[in-house]
């Protein structure tokens, strides 16, 4: 795989923990919700506060980036916060899909952004770099201003950030390659890339983790 993060962004401690992985995915697995979503949402719903988020380490490691290249993180939420606090204020998940709810899970367990793209829809190389004055359309949002926010561009354009992703590189149940990646802004690597690797091939149809590592 052909990910690069632009050396201004490596400086700052931030680097992308990606797997590429062949499935079939599907429109729901009951699995994944009993065993690792469930459980999980009703520890957040029971232990954690709005105040607990604001202290969490991953949170602020991921907010003083966004700063650094002036982008307001209040305004433009990190996707893990906005996901942690939909739980803690008790709004429950969207269920959409058995690939995305993984991704939603990753995101909810390390407390850091995850985006999850259809390979037949986005093209390598791929850099993540920090945005110029455009916008794209984001799932479920409206436009989306990328201008001084990390994104992810490949010989297209931007299609994914760490605050949203576009519609272009989105999955579907017709999806069958895709690239899940974890943005992580501290200088230490917290995702555990086995436990990914282990998740994704036990509990999604056919899947084989293809490639995985930190760029």
């Known amino acids: 795989m052909e990910l690069t993060i632009d050396p201004k ?109 259809d390979l037949a829809k986005i093209t390598e190389p791929i850099q993540l770099m920090v945005g110029q004055a455009e916008h794209y359309a984001g799932i479920g949002n409206k436009s989306l201003n990328l201008e001084n926010l990390l994104i992810l561009t490949d010989k297209a354009g931007a299609f994914g950030s760490p605050t949203a992703d576009s519609t272009r590189g989105m999955i579907t149940e017709k999806t069958t390659k895709a690239l899940l990646i974890g943005y992580q802004f501290a200088s230490d690597s917290v995702i555990e890339q086995t436990e990914v690797k282990t998740i994704l091939e036990n509990y999604l149809s056919d899947c084989r983790v293809v490639e995985q590592g930190i760029s």
């Open 9 to 117: 962004i490596a400086e700052q401690g931030v680097t992308l923990a990606y797997s590429v992985i062949e499935f079939t995915n599907e429109a729901y697995n009951k699995k994944i919700w009993q065993e690792l979503v469930d459980p999980l949402l009703k520890q957040i719903e029971t232990e954690d506060t709005i105040e607990r988020i604001k202290e969490e380490p991953q949170i602020i490691a991921t907010k003083k980036v966004y700063r650094t290249f002036g982008k307001d993180p209040a305004r433009f939420r990190p996707s893990s916060e906005s996901l942690w606090r939909r739980i803690v204020q008790q709004k429950g998940l969207y269920q959409i899909n058995a690939l995305v709810d993984l991704n939603n899970y990753f995101s909810l367990k390390w407390k850091l952004p995850f985006g999850v793209y």
